[in-house]
Nanobody, 124 residues
Framework: QVQLVESGGGLVQAGGSLRLSCAASGRTFSSYAMGWFRQAPGKEREFVAAISWSGTRIKYVDSHKGRFTISKDNAKNTVFLQMNRLKPEDTAAYYC?????????????????WGQGTQVTVSS
């Protein structure tokens, strides 16, 4: 059982930055991958980034490279998403997720555990 709680969302102007946190509790394993997804109203859930538990294997989609950085603090069981130079199109509910298989998959269905999300709103 894994519980995930996101925090750090809010309202920010375009060009600003936010750091999202995802605190994991319960039993975890070294093979777990942690992912960030986002979902805007009326749209499908979209992959943002994923990281292995060790932090040595990271996956981004090209559109987020250079602006978003995923990282982990294993001692605190926390994964972060640093978001810089935010754009209005980044507005969405952001979710963290855990995949026990450690796949760092692009598909939301690959992840077994999800947080409840944190809202990020980027104004023009």
């Amino acid at each position: 059982q894994v519980q995930l709680v996101e925090s750090g969302g809010g309202l920010v102007q375009a060009g600003g930055s936010l750091r999202l946190s995802c605190a994991a509790s319960g039993r975890t394993f070294s093979s777990y991958a942690m992912g960030w997804f986002r979902q805007a109203p009326g749209k499908e859930r979209e992959f943002v980034a994923a990281i292995s538990w060790s932090g040595t294997r990271i996956k981004y989609v090209d559109s987020h490279k250079g602006r978003f950085t995923i990282s982990k603090d294993n001692a605190k069981n926390t994964v972060f998403l640093q978001m810089n130079r935010l754009k209005p199109e980044d507005t969405a509910a952001y979710y963290c997720a855990a995949d026990p298989k450690g796949r760092r998959d692009l598909r939301a269905e690959a992840y077994d555990y999800w947080g409840q999300g944190t809202q990020v709103t980027v104004s023009s």
